[in-house]
């Protein structure tokens, strides 16, 4: 009879068994020393991420500091362009009694650097005598049966010119938002374009008349250039002008130079550029002197060739032609074209 007290042998079945136990706990201290030299090893470049992190964010602030500096700059700026503008518009728009301008009534003119040279008094404006003259000696005005004197108005023109003799009129396009003055030197079509009435640079500029148009606006084709602000400002609402619909409701414009008043009517809205390079782009731009009817007639069957749609306006030799001309970026260098003929 066997005494099961007696301690037996282990088997060969618990022998494998203890074994494999022995061998899973070592492979498990294996995996964990190995986990944690992964993460050792992973942690170093870890630190380094979030340092990159954190000088990116600082980065970003900084730009966004810089880009809203940048941003207000603007904005103070075209606030400060719009104002002196509005300054402007208020003088002219200012009535008085009779038609007559008088210095009560005036709103204040930004105080201009006279960079056009030398001041000008129109010679139909009436001379003070001096005191130690005789009555008899002081001079009369003009025969204003020979020269008419320019309606009241342009009193008003007359009086901005005497102050900045680069200002040579003032365009209007009815119930838009186009109400500016036009400003023109002989040699230099940019300066105006980045600066305003006062001589100061400025984000918007002003309109201006070709320098290759004479100043006092009697010319049979004027050509004025105005930037294409994305505010709408200048010329950025000639961009409505591509829509058919708005040139029907805004068919005419005005234009006032120092000596008289015209109203234009629009017959052409037209896309062109300036690359002088591209035989297709209608050099509109060269036909400022028309001095023939056949040139006349070249200008304006060209021009409703490029329009992007109809107008039923007659035009014909004789009529004069007023261009209004913006950037377009819908083209390297390209340009929006408004043509209009006198009514």
Request: hydrophobic fraction near 35%; aromatic fraction near 10%; include cysteine.
């Amino acid at each position: 009879m066997k005494n099961y007290s007696d301690k037996q042998p282990p088997s060969d079945r618990e022998t494998r068994k203890e074994e494999l136990k022995k061998q899973f706990y070592k492979s498990k201290e294996q995996s964990r020393a190995e986990y944690e030299e992964q993460v050792e090893v992973v942690s170093v470049p870890s630190a380094y991420g979030k340092l990159f992190r954190n000088i990116s964010l600082i980065i970003l602030a900084g730009v966004l500091v810089v880009l809203g500096i940048f941003m207000g700059r603007e904005l103070l700026l075209d606030r400060q362009s719009r104002e002196n503008v509005a300054a402007l518009q208020a003088f002219v728009a200012t009535p008085s009694e009779g038609g007559q301008v008088t210095t009560a009534d005036q709103p204040t003119v930004p105080s201009s650097v006279n960079t056009g040279g030398q001041q000008a008094v129109p010679e139909n404006t009436e001379q003070p005598a001096a005191q130690d003259q005789p009555q008899e000696e002081t001079e009369t005005p003009a025969d204003t049966s020979a020269e008419p004197l320019p309606p009241e108005r342009m009193e008003k023109y007359w009086q901005l010119y005497q102050i900045n003799n680069d200002f040579c009129g003032w365009l209007t396009i009815p119930e838009s938002v186009v109400d500016y003055p036009v400003m023109h030197r002989s040699d230099d079509n940019d300066f105006y374009l980045s600066h305003n009435f006062d001589g100061e640079t400025d984000v918007n500029g002003l309109l201006v008349l070709d320098k290759r148009c004479a100043a006092d606006g009697n010319e049979d084709h004027l050509l004025i250039h105005g930037h294409n602000m994305k505010s709408g400002f200048m010329f950025g609402a000639l961009k409505n002008y591509k829509d058919p619909a708005y040139c029907a409701a805004h068919p005419s414009i005005r234009y006032d130079s120092l000596f008289n008043t015209r109203t234009y009517e629009i017959f052409a809205v037209f896309l062109s550029s300036t690359n002088l390079a591209d035989p297709q782009d209608f050099h509109y731009y060269d036909y400022i002197q028309i001095d023939s009817e056949e040139s006349f007639d070249a200008y304006v069957s060209s021009v409703k060739e490029q329009a992007l749609y109809p107008i039923d306006v007659s035009v014909e030799y004789g009529d004069d032609l007023l261009t209004l001309s913006t950037c377009d970026y819908t083209k390297d260098n390209g340009r929006l074209v408004i043509v209009a003929r006198s009514r």
